[in-house]
């Protein structure tokens, strides 16, 4: 997917690979918003996309882990998942003689948590103190601009600058 080219200074779009910039905001929920906007008043928006531009790796810091932390999480983890084998080699009936499906999953979940909270146990260790933190990765945009095809741009940017309409965020007043 190729970038639209913004004239220097101007802020203005141009044509590029078809789409047209018709709106740019600050957060993706205004970018959601605009082209909610043009949903509910009959525009194509199969014709409309939403681009980050500026994207930037976060990792939100959400607290201290220990070693005995990180082999809890992982125990829950690994019940979770034994559980979830023990209940299918049950549903099967791929363990002879016949053994309930709900016993296998209490002894697949048993399993996992001990197999889990050691192996957790022993990955933590295994860091020597250099991760001694939880965290959850993610992405977050500078800007987020609403491209439409070049043929309906028009109607959009008109929807967009109506009475009642979201705006055209940076681009208002081009």
Request: no cysteine; aromatic share 8%.
């Amino acid at each position: 997917m190729t970038r639209p080219q913004y004239e220097s200074g101007a802020g203005r779009a141009r044509q590029a690979a078809g789409q047209v910039v018709v709106g740019s905001y600050e957060t993706y929920a205004e970018a959601e918003r605009a082209v909610d906007h043009l949903s509910d008043n009959r525009f194509p928006v199969e014709r409309a996309a939403i681009v980050g531009r500026g994207l930037n790796s976060v990792e939100q810091v959400t607290g201290r882990l220990t070693t005995w932390g990180a082999a809890a999480r992982s125990a829950v983890s690994g019940a979770v998942l034994g559980a979830l084998f023990g209940w299918l080699f049950g549903l099967f009936d791929w363990v002879n003689p016949l053994i309930a499906g709900l016993l296998l999953a209490l002894y697949g979940a048993i399993f996992g948590a001990v197999l889990g909270g050691l192996l957790g146990l022993l990955a933590h260790a295994m860091t020597g103190g250099r991760r001694d933190f939880s965290s959850v990765p993610g992405m977050r945009a500078d800007s987020y601009d609403v491209l439409v095809d070049a043929e309906v741009a028009d109607g959009a940017a008109q929807l967009l600058e109506a009475a009642g309409a979201p705006g055209r965020g940076r681009l208002a007043g081009i």
